[in-house]
């Protein structure tokens, strides 16, 4: 029975959301606050005993079935499970949301209620499709609130309808994430033929069992569709341009959701991964690489939200990284620890700007610690957890684990060790630079601002979690049955070095003029390598190109006759619909081209005087009027088919 | 009797609303309402009444037996669905066209006669009876769109006519050959069924019968009619045409090819599929360059009917019941799409996508609705759109991999179109033509309601359609040697 209260936990969110989607009752400000904080902090409650009963051993793994379908012999049961991977995850989900609701009742505080009404909505569907799909025992439900992010991440990003900066980043998000999640789709569908069921336990044997070369296009489809969803190389862009959404948003979009459930994804089909060792490493490869890529991109950063923007980008990279490694459980510790801190991260920020002045700029945080204490201070423990400033910050714990199961993986992982260990150091130097220029003396008036309670409430115990997560991290391991990998105490202090030689390059950085007006130089770093013109000269444009030939506007296809907005862009288009018509037009002129020159034309003639002195008598029926005619018609109709009818009663 | 109601009471129902004017102000509309309504009823007694056998009902009497033709009309879960629809999509048109004042009553018999008219095709299985209905149903369209188009309706009223008529051709080509060359003169679908014409002859006939279908489905080449006629159709001839007219290609594809010309089909179904490849593409990319939303939505149903072509020609049970699905889950999505820009041409006048924007603003019933079904357009799991969809990409899986790419390949399209089409309506700043936009009236609301509560509940809990579905899916199947998985 207990396994049923699963199946109930997305459902507060999702009831939030249709009541305040649908708006019934007109709800105003303080109804539309509480409804929706009750609707997001309802799966917490919900979950929170199911989470300790099992974690304490109370409970084992179960599954809840919601219903079956029946194809045939396919049987298509809808489920949701508890298994350490679902139990881990909801339990961060829930947590994380809750606090971010709770900031964000405060932050959105100014919005018009219809304003408010639709984010809040769309924060609970969100919400419902993160725990449908941590919870799901079956690909169907799993894909649903996979999409589900999709679509609502499409409508959070761009809140600010009017702008179309925010929509522009909205469909570069959700068309992005789309391509990736057509692999998926592909990859599950797959997985679906070959076990003939939708249930996770059986769809993992059965990849497990397929032939190796389809295997591995089911593995290789379901990383990409964790690379587009987790914005890793090559699909990353997006990500930084997502940063147009509000900043509770980008707080539920990065540190346990969507972002991050390319990891949960990945762990999820780890077995699947792990089984095809080249997918392993090309996992493992895109996950360094784009650890690094983020770090790089991170420290030219300008903008706080950005900045953070590709610190995502990059710790997702080291999830991915242990994934290759045959080490989910440490991906998963690293996953419980990031939400933490992440979420921490985007939301002191948002106060600390909020008291600069209202710009994410990095520049204009100066000064600001000393309005915002409390934010300041929970933003600098936040900060040294993305460092992994060593023994004190959680992250420290998690990313050692996944530099420790780097180097136990052979050769190739002390390779990717190596890379990885110089992203760490790079992570320290970004890592910290909102908190100096912060504490720096403002350059003009100070700043001014307030902390309120219900804003700065969930900060706190984000940054009691994000140090004492440390002991978090060997215990998750263990329930996603991994071990804590322990790679020497030199490999440690290595570890240790390169935290604290990115403390060191972060004052550098910020405090040595020349080195930081060389960060503000680094313009093409800034723009991400320029990887979003780069696709954009060789993809969206030729796309466009096409799209503008055959649509006829640009006006090479030929002028288009007549009225309408079709006609003043000026072209013809639709190649293929027009040459039918072209064709038949020909073919009817080719075909009745013979009798032009008509030498029945007399005879006929003749006839037709005839047939207008008949037509001058007939002319009488017409009245012109279409109702007489139709009825006429209609009439003839209904005598024959009674004519017919009375036929069949012989 | 249940089942020839299904045609009769429309039918004179049509001729009963040309007069009904003279009792009383909108008795038109009450008729036409009563009609469709009472249809609807007669409809879920005869389902429920029905047999568990391959078919629910069945009628089969002489008409003119010396010329064998017969009343055969046979109904099961797919046919019951469709006609459900026709009654449904009926009533949705008398809503919306509250304001239609021009010739109101010939403008409700019209409507009338085209459920009338397509029922007759849902039902028939006499071929002659069939052709007669596939091509009376052009009449009533055409004189909706001719005589209360919009814009340049004569031109798309011709189109839709010469396309329509010409294509049916082939279908009373076919059948006539059919039924003229069987031993005994005979046009019933299921005694032909077993003439057991060669490979050759049954491809020849199935282009015939096929010509008919994929221009009123319609997909590329055969498309050309369809964004004319949409964009130059009143409000309601556009749902029909997209709820209706185009269902009964995909119905046709979908009943007859299989059952009468097995091997035929099987030998051409790789080009089928490949057609359908094309103009899912095709369309798809159509659809992202146009600047007016009903031509925009216009290609987008070519795309999804391509989808249905393939999941008709995969052959497999994935495929066609995604094709089925499809079929359905069109019907309701592409409606609503219609009815919600008719409503903003209504208010605003203009289709343009330039001249709208910021509907968010002044019409959060419009912009909540509308969003609903953008949803369902880029084919968004929970909705039946998507269902449809992924059945087909399955059973494309198991035919021929690069046809199930392509079909993905929509699915990343079909986001660019919908985001663009409410960017340019939802999103933005009020214009000068949106700036005074009254919202959903209530007329408007609750057809709205009914076709997204049909979306998404069939997209959640798809058991009920595939069970409609499913006997004529697997007699679909079983010419073709293949038996339910």
């Not at chain 1, 969206?540 to 799209?547: F, Q, T």
């Not at chain 2, 079909?414 to 007329?443: C, H, M, Q, W």
């Amino acid at each position: 029975m207990l396994a049923y209260l699963l199946l109930l936990v997305p459902l507060p969110p999702l009831g939030g959301f249709l009541l305040l989607a649908l708006d019934p009752y007109r709800l105003d400000r303080r109804p539309v606050l509480a409804l929706s904080l009750a609707a997001g902090i309802a799966p917490l409650v919900l979950f929170l005993p199911l989470a300790i009963a099992y974690f304490t051993g109370a409970v084992g793994d179960m599954i809840a079935p919601a219903f079956t379908l029946n194809f045939g012999q396919y049987e298509v049961a809808l489920a949701m499970q508890l298994d350490p991977l679902s139990a881990i995850g909801a339990s961060t989900v829930t947590v994380v949301a809750s606090c971010v609701m709770i900031y964000a009742a405060d932050y959105m505080s100014g919005a018009r209620v219809a304003d408010l009404r639709r984010f809040f909505a769309l924060m609970n569907l969100f919400q419902a499709g993160m725990l449908s799909m941590v919870l799901a025992a079956d690909s169907i439900v799993f894909f649903l609130g996979w999409e589900l992010m999709g679509l609502c991440s499409f409508f959070l990003i761009s809140y600010n309808m009017t702008s179309p900066r925010a929509f522009a980043a909205g469909q570069k998000a959700f068309v992005m994430t789309r391509i990736a999640d057509a692999a998926l789709l592909a990859g599950l569908l797959l997985l679906f033929l070959e076990a003939t069921s939708v249930r996770m336990d059986e769809l993992i044997p059965a990849g497990l069992a397929a032939e190796e070369s389809r295997a591995a296009i089911i593995a290789v489809l379901l990383l990409v569709g964790a690379l587009g969803k987790s914005a890793q190389l090559p699909f990353q862009t997006w990500l930084p341009t997502a940063m147009a959404g509000p900043t509770p948003v980008s707080a539920l979009l990065h540190s346990a959701t969507m972002v991050a459930a390319g990891a949960v994804l990945l762990a999820r089909f780890a077995p699947l991964i792990e089984a095809t060792p080249g997918v392993a490493a090309a996992t493992a490869i895109a996950g360094v690489a784009t650890a690094l890529f983020g770090a790089l991109c991170a420290i030219a950063q300008t903008d706080v939200k950005r900045l953070l923007a590709y610190s995502s980008i990059s710790q997702i990279g080291y999830m991915l990284l242990a994934v290759g490694m045959g080490a989910p459980g440490v991906a998963m510790a690293h996953f419980v620890i990031h939400a933490f801190f992440k979420s921490l991260l985007f939301m002191a920020a948002g106060v600390l700007s909020h008291a600069g002045g209202g710009s994410t700029a990095i520049e204009k945080l100066r000064g600001t610690a000393y309005v915002a204490p409390i934010s300041f201070a929970t933003y600098t423990v936040g900060a040294a957890a993305l460092a992994g400033f060593p023994i004190l910050s959680a992250g420290w714990w998690s990313k050692e684990a996944i530099l420790g199961a780097a180097v136990e993986a052979g050769p190739f992982g002390q390779f990717l060790w190596l890379v990885a260990l110089g992203g760490a150091a790079l992570t320290g130097v970004y890592a910290y630079r909102p908190v100096l220029c912060a504490l720096r003396k403002p350059l003009h008036d100070a700043p001014k601002g307030h902390e309120s309670w219900l804003a700065v409430a969930p900060l706190i115990f984000l940054a009691i979690m994000s140090v004492l997560g440390g002991y978090l991290v060997e215990p998750i391991i263990h329930e996603m049955g991994g071990h804590a990998p322990h790679a020497g105490l030199g490999i440690e202090v290595m570890g240790a070095l390169a935290a604290i030689t990115g403390l060191i390059g972060s004052v550098a950085v910020t405090f040595i003029p020349s080195w930081n007006a060389r960060i503000k130089r680094a313009r093409r770093l800034r723009a991400g390598m320029q990887m979003d013109a780069i696709y954009y000269a060789f993809l969206v444009r030729p796309y466009r190109r096409i799209v503008r030939l055959l649509s006829g506007r640009d006006g090479r296809l030929g002028k288009h006759i007549g009225e309408g907005p079709e006609a003043q862009e000026g072209g013809m288009g639709d190649p293929v619909g027009t040459a039918t018509v072209v064709f038949g037009l020909w073919l009817a002129r080719v075909v009745t081209a013979p009798f032009m020159p008509d030498r029945f034309d007399t005879v006929i003639m003749r006839g037709a005087r005839e047939a207008q002195r008949a037509g001058l008598w007939t002319r009488r029926l017409q009245s012109g009027r279409l109702r007489d005619y139709a009825l006429g018609f209609a009439l003839g109709l209904g005598v024959l088919v009674i004519l017919g009818w009375g036929m069949t009663w012989g | 009797m249940g089942l020839s109601l299904q045609i009769l009471l429309p039918f004179f129902g049509g001729l009963a609303v040309l007069f009904a004017p003279r009792f009383g102000r909108d008795y038109e509309r009450y008729g036409t309402i009563a009609v469709m309504a009472l249809t609807l009823l007669v409809l879920i007694f005869s389902a429920l009444n029905g047999d568990s056998g391959r078919w629910l009902q069945l009628v089969q009497a002489d008409w003119a037996p010396s010329f064998g033709i017969q009343v055969l009309l046979a109904m099961d879960g797919l046919s019951a669905a469709m006609l459900a629809i026709s009654s449904i999509l009926g009533i949705v048109c008398v809503f919306i066209s509250w304001e239609v004042t021009h010739r109101s009553a010939m403008y409700h018999a019209v409507i009338c006669w085209t459920v009338a008219a397509a029922n007759g095709v849902f039902l028939a299985f006499d071929l002659l009876v069939f052709a007669f209905f596939w091509e009376l149903m052009i009449i009533p369209a055409f004189l909706l769109i001719g005589l209360w188009g919009h814009g340049n309706r004569e031109h798309a009223a011709m189109k839709f006519l010469v396309f329509n008529a010409v294509a049916g051709l082939g279908l009373l080509a076919a059948v006539f050959w059919m039924g003229a060359t069987a031993p005994e003169i005979t046009f019933d679908a299921f005694v032909l069924s077993e003439a057991g014409y060669s490979t050759p002859v049954q491809v020849i006939l199935l282009l015939g019968f096929a010509l008919a279908f994929m221009v009123k489905l319609p997909v590329p080449p055969f498309h050309a009619w369809l964004p004319d006629a949409h964009t130059q159709a009143p409000t309601a001839g556009s749902i029909l045409l997209a709820g209706l007219l185009l269902k009964t290609g995909a119905y046709g594809l979908f009943r007859f090819p299989p059952l009468l010309f097995p091997e035929g089909l099987m030998a051409v179904a790789p080009y089928g599929m490949a057609l359908g490849a094309f103009g899912v593409v095709y369309g798809a990319i159509l659809a992202c360059g146009q600047v007016d939303a009903k031509r925009l939505i216009a290609y987008t149903s070519i795309a999804h009917m391509s989808i249905v072509l393939m999941g008709v020609c995969g052959g497999v049970h994935f495929a066609l019941a995604g094709a089925g699905v499809e079929m359905i889950a069109h019907a309701f999505s592409s409606s609503a799409l219609f009815l919600l820009i008719g409503a903003l041409q209504h208010r605003t006048g203009t289709r343009d996508l330039r001249e709208l924007g910021g509907l968010q603003k002044t019409a959060p019933a419009f912009a909540t609705s509308f969003a609903v079904f953008f949803a369902a357009a880029l084919a968004m799991p929970g909705t039946a759109n998507f269902l449809g969809e992924a059945l087909v990409i399955t059973g494309m899986f198991q035919v021929n991999w690069a046809f199930a790419a392509i079909a993905l390949v929509s699915l990343v399209v079909s986001v660019v179109y919908a985001t663009r089409l409410i960017g340019a309506i939802v999103f933005g700043k009020p214009k000068s033509e949106t700036a005074v936009f009254e919202d959903l009236k209530p007329y408007e609301l609750w057809p709205i309601i009914a076709l997204g509560a049909g979306t998404i509940v069939f997209g959640l809990f798809p058991q009920v359609l595939i069970g409609w579905l499913r006997p004529a899916i697997d007699a679909a199947l079983l010419p073709l040697g293949v038996g339910a998985p």
